[in-house]
């Protein structure tokens, strides 16, 4: 059996190490305290650049929360 390096185990701490906290909020325009509509995360999503890019991550991290709550 092959060991993971903890390299691979710990892509989401370095993900979330580039993140710049309130940054989707603010290119939304919605105030950072309210939780962004999931239609409206959905829709920014498809949008190219780095909109696209936190959407689509804002969407893979709301799987994680979820699936970790049992």
């Keep these: 059996m092959r060991k993971k390096s ?8 370095r993900a979330l ?13 919605i105030p950072e ?3 962004i509509p ?3 995360l959905r829709d920014a ?3 190219p650049g780095l ?9 893979n991290v709301r799987k994680f929360r979820k699936s970790r709550r049992t």
């Design 45 to 47: 999503a498809k949008a």
């Design 38 to 40: 999931i239609s409206l």
């Design 51 to 59: 909109l696209g890019q936190r959407a689509r991550f804002a969407l």
């Design 33 to 35: 305290g309210e939780t």
């Design 17 to 29: 190490k580039k993140h710049k906290k309130g940054a989707l909020h603010r290119q939304l325009g």
């Design 6 to 13: 903890k390299r691979k185990n710990r892509w989401i701490q």
